[in-house]
């Protein structure tokens, strides 16, 4: 069983950059796909993107991250990251990492098991 807790949530302006951590407790961290969901108020959960489990070789992106968030892993330290630049007033939301086993599912919410409380992002215009 993993437990997670995401955190580095804030308010940035129109164009300015965040770095999301999650850190997780529990065993065998490194055998997990790890990814980052949002949603906004009204909206149903959105995937983000994830990295594949052990050496994080697969990387997966949601049409929203393209060109402006990548996600990393630091297996020694039980943490996941979410870096997201060029931020957009739509990029607002409440951020959740996961965890998760699926390789068939690793781009929905179903391909998760374990999940953070969230953080909220606040992007200003």
């Known amino acids: 069983q993993v437990q997670l807790e995401d955190s580095g949530g804030g308010l940035v302006q129109a164009g300015g950059s965040l770095r999301l951590s999650c850190a997780a407790s529990?065993?065998?961290?490194?055998?997990?796909?790890m990814a980052w969901f949002r949603q906004a108020p009204g909206k149903e959960r959105e995937f983000v993107l994830a990295?594949?489990?052990?050496?994080?070789?697969?990387?997966y992106y949601g049409d929203s991250a393209k060109g402006r968030f990548s996600v990393s892993r630091d297996n020694a330290k039980n943490m996941a990251y979410l870096q997201m630049s060029n931020l957009r007033p739509e990029d607002s939301a409440v951020y959740y990492c996961?965890?998760?086993?699926?390789?068939?599912?690793?781009?929905?919410?179903?391909?998760?098991?374990?999940w953070g409380q969230g953080t909220q992002v606040t992007v200003s215009s």
């Open positions: 996961a965890a998760g086993r699926s390789a068939a599912r690793v781009m929905l919410p179903s391909g998760y098991d374990y």
């Open positions: 529990g065993r065998a961290f490194d055998s997990y796909n």
């Open positions: 990295i594949s489990s052990w050496s994080g070789a697969n990387f």
